[in-house]
Structure formats: C-alpha cells, structure tokens
C-alpha cells in the first residue's frame, strides 16, 4: 500500500461497517450512523456523503489559495507538477482498489469505473443528493433498500474520496514544488498570507453553501454534521477540560490525519524531510477551527482556538485547545452572520 492507512483510509473502515450493517439489515443505522467503541462513530452514509462533497471543495479551495499565495497560479497549469500529482493520484486509487477488494465494499473494477466516467464533482450532486436522501427515508419505512440506491450511495462516496485526495495531492505536489523551487520560507509566506481570506472562504463554503444544498439546512443539522462528520476520515477524542480562573479550556485530539498522511508521502517522494510541508497544512486547519468556533459558540462566551502540536508539523498527535470566557459577543455573531451568511451568491 503506497499511503498510510491508519491516516488515509479510515473511508474503507467506515464503508466496510456499512456493508456489516446492511447484511444485518440494520437500515437505520446504516443512513443515520450509530456510536461505536473506543469513542468511535460510524457516521452514517448520509453525513459521510455530505462531508465528504465538502471536503472535495475545501480540497479545492486549499489548492488554488496557496497557489495564489505563491504567487503562481499559473502552476495549475505546470506540465511537471500535473504529471507528478496523477502519478501520486494514481498511487491513491491502487490503494483503493487493493481496500475495497480486501474489505468486501465494493468489486475493484467498480474504482476504474468511476474514475474512466470522470471523478469531478457532479454539476447536479446537490440533487442527486436530495433524491438519495428522499428515497433512503422511504426505504427504511419499507425496511428494504434497492439495490440501486445502495450502490449509488457507495459509488458517491467512494467518488467523493477519490476525488478529493486528487486535490490534496495536487495541493501536496504543489506546496513541495514551491519548498523545492523557493525553499521552505516561501511556503509559510504563502500560507501566512492567505490564511485569514482561507479561513472564511472556507466557513462561506461549508456553512452558507455546500452543506445547506446537501440538506443540512439549520443549525442542528450542521452541527450534526460538523461533529459526526469528522468521524469519516479521523479518529477523534476529548482531551482534559480545566479552568484557569474565568476561563474554560478544551482539549481536542486528532490521532490520525488525512492531509498529514498525504504530505508525508510527497514530501518523502520528492527527497524532502516528511514534516517540510506541514504548515501549509495546519496553519489553515487552525484558521479554519477558529471560525468555526466563532461561527458555533454562543454569544455569552468569547472562543480562542489554537493549535497546542499536530502531526503535520510536530509528527505528533493533534492537539488543539478552545478557551472560553464569559462575554457578551454578539458582536462576533453579528460580523460572521455577514462574512458567512450575509452575501452568499
């Protein structure tokens, strides 16, 4: 296997427990999700779906912002740097055809078949989408799946999970071009620069436009989403919680990471140290966490959110910490209302 599977593939994990869910005809479980051991959670195929259509365009958005950090647009377009990310890509779909084989999901021929029909996100995905979801409840009143929504809701995942590992390794092949080409400095000018413009494109992206259009509408959903969503690719817990006299402190820790597991293989590929390229990664997860927690938290508390150590920059386990204080921030809520929601086209 080229890439890390504790990091790159807990997908199959998760799409093999659904095959286990559907032979025990545990219907609901299989669309909602259930909680499992060791502070696990199968997320279900309805959020797994819905995550992954975001993260193919958070993929995406990561791609063309630090490119435009470098100053270099125009890589989108470098013959070098194409050629070396689908040959990486192509490492990522032998691992899929080697999991899906092994764990029972799906025949191997069916990953050569999405990707000869194109991997891109479907102009239409938000109804697609829609009608699964519509049939999925009329299913489980029937205690019986079709076939064919079965199978659709398995190639619509495993299409999301190829193709945004297609941008992450581009990203990837893109941040090591620009260490190899600029050196190292240049990469964290490029990120230091975008980062607060990522950070709300990305939450305007999530919030106020992929995850509604995927049915995750009001704010208990997303919050559903934003939660269990997470569990499709990452092994999550609760770290220690502690007060410092007004203030209450969090812990979160990220065991594994998708984007950590694919920068090291292309920093290693390309003669480069595995940890070279991980600020261009965990400098706007960071961001990232802080607005949503500006966007999530109440306004009778103030949030901080910051990175403690992470795997793509220290090759530890993440650990991230929200504070909180008491305060009266609607003023927080009022400004994300307008940058998140307030012109979303």
Same mark, same amino acid.
């Given at each position: 296997m080229y890439y890390d599977e504790f990091h790159n593939h807990k997908w199959a994990r998760n799409l093999r427990y659904a !095959?286990?869910?559907l032979a025990d005809n545990r219907l609901e479980a &299989?669309?909602? @999700?259930?909680?499992?051991?060791?502070e696990d959670v199968f997320p279900g195929m309805r959020v797994m779906a819905a995550y992954w259509i975001s993260v193919e365009h958070e993929m995406k958005l990561r791609f063309r912002t630090l490119l435009n950090g470098a100053g270099h647009p125009e890589w989108e377009h470098d013959s070098e740097l194409i050629a070396q990310a689908n040959d990486f890509h192509a490492r990522y779909l032998a691992d899929m055809r080697e999991l899906v084989e092994r764990d029972g999901i799906v025949p191997p021929e069916r990953i050569d078949t999405l990707a000869k029909n194109g991997l891109e996100t479907p102009a239409e995905w %938000?109804? $697609?989408? #829609?009608e699964m979801q519509e049939a999925s409840l009329e299913a489980i009143q029937h205690g019986k799946f079709p076939p064919g929504l079965l199978e659709q809701w398995f190639d619509t995942c495993l299409r999301s999970v190829a193709n945004y590992n297609r941008y992450l390794i581009w990203g990837g092949v893109n941040a090591a071009a620009l260490v190899r !080409?600029? @050196? *190292?400095? %240049?990469l964290r000018r490029a990120v230091d620069a975008t980062v607060e413009q990522f950070m709300w494109e990305v939450s305007k992206e999530f919030f106020a436009t992929v995850l509604p259009q %995927? @049915? &995750?509408?009001? *704010? =208990?959903d997303l919050m559903e989403? =934003?939660? !269990? =969503?997470m569990y499709a690719d $990452? /092994?999550?817990?609760k770290g220690e919680e502690r007060e410092e006299g007004e203030k209450t402190i969090r812990q979160s820790i990220l065991t594994n990471c998708e984007l950590a @597991?694919?920068? /090291? #293989?292309i920093a290693e590929w390309n003669g480069l140290h595995r940890l070279a390229l991980g600020y261009g990664i965990c400098r706007y997860c960071e961001a990232h966490g802080q607005a949503t927690m500006m966007i999530s938290m109440p306004p009778m508390v103030s949030p901080q959110y910051r990175r403690v150590v992470s795997l793509g920059m220290d090759g530890e386990a993440c650990l991230f910490e929200l504070t909180t204080v008491p305060a009266d921030d609607m003023e927080r809520i009022l400004k994300v209302q307008e940058i998140v929601f307030g012109a979303v086209e």
């Amino acid at each position: 296997m080229y890439y890390d599977e504790f990091h790159n593939h807990k997908w199959a994990r998760n799409l093999r427990y659904a !095959r286990r869910l559907l032979a025990d005809n545990r219907l609901e479980a &299989f669309y909602y @999700g259930e909680d499992l051991p060791e502070e696990d959670v199968f997320p279900g195929m309805r959020v797994m779906a819905a995550y992954w259509i975001s993260v193919e365009h958070e993929m995406k958005l990561r791609f063309r912002t630090l490119l435009n950090g470098a100053g270099h647009p125009e890589w989108e377009h470098d013959s070098e740097l194409i050629a070396q990310a689908n040959d990486f890509h192509a490492r990522y779909l032998a691992d899929m055809r080697e999991l899906v084989e092994r764990d029972g999901i799906v025949p191997p021929e069916r990953i050569d078949t999405l990707a000869k029909n194109g991997l891109e996100t479907p102009a239409e995905w %938000a109804v $697609q989408m #829609r009608e699964m979801q519509e049939a999925s409840l009329e299913a489980i009143q029937h205690g019986k799946f079709p076939p064919g929504l079965l199978e659709q809701w398995f190639d619509t995942c495993l299409r999301s999970v190829a193709n945004y590992n297609r941008y992450l390794i581009w990203g990837g092949v893109n941040a090591a071009a620009l260490v190899r !080409r600029e @050196g *190292i400095e %240049a990469l964290r000018r490029a990120v230091d620069a975008t980062v607060e413009q990522f950070m709300w494109e990305v939450s305007k992206e999530f919030f106020a436009t992929v995850l509604p259009q %995927a @049915g &995750f509408e009001d *704010i =208990g959903d997303l919050m559903e989403l =934003g939660l !269990r =969503g997470m569990y499709a690719d $990452q /092994y999550y817990r609760k770290g220690e919680e502690r007060e410092e006299g007004e203030k209450t402190i969090r812990q979160s820790i990220l065991t594994n990471c998708e984007l950590a @597991g694919i920068y /090291y #293989r292309i920093a290693e590929w390309n003669g480069l140290h595995r940890l070279a390229l991980g600020y261009g990664i965990c400098r706007y997860c960071e961001a990232h966490g802080q607005a949503t927690m500006m966007i999530s938290m109440p306004p009778m508390v103030s949030p901080q959110y910051r990175r403690v150590v992470s795997l793509g920059m220290d090759g530890e386990a993440c650990l991230f910490e929200l504070t909180t204080v008491p305060a009266d921030d609607m003023e927080r809520i009022l400004k994300v209302q307008e940058i998140v929601f307030g012109a979303v086209e």
